[in-house]
């Protein structure tokens, strides 16, 4: 059970490369957007402690159901990413104007789906 929230920590690695990839320009955008994420992801250990209680051993309920349920959102966000970056990608398939895209090296940019 223990092995629940370390297992979250390589995924968190994998979304950090996938939206340093994602976001284009400019550089500002791409930095607070990885600062935010980064933020985001490091508030866990504020509230971390609370959950874990000895009170609430040996099951942890409250804390595992927030772990599930936080599982289940961050596949969720995935997911609609994924649906939101092949819809561009077909866009700019089409020739249509995508956001801040622009041409790299002649040849049209392509999202990491």
């Known amino acids: 059970m223990m092995l629940m929230p370390a297992s979250f920590y390589p995924s968190f690695v994998v979304v950090l490369a996938w939206i340093s990839n994602t976001l284009l320009r400019p550089a500002s955008k791409r930095a607070a957007g990885l600062a935010l994420i980064n933020a985001v992801s490091n508030c866990t250990s504020i509230?971390?402690?609370?959950?874990?209680?000895?009170?609430?051993?040996?099951?942890?309920?409250?804390?595992f159901g927030v772990n599930c349920a936080t599982a289940v959102v961050a596949v969720l966000a995935a997911a609609g990413l994924r649906v939101v970056l092949s819809r561009d990608n077909k866009r700019l398939e089409r020739g249509e104007k995508v956001r801040d895209v622009v041409m790299v090296a002649g040849k049209p940019f392509r999202f990491l789906v």
């Not at 402690?49 to 099951?59: G, I, L, W």
């Open 47 to 63: 509230f971390t402690s609370y959950m874990y209680q000895d009170s609430m051993a040996p099951r942890y309920e409250i804390a």
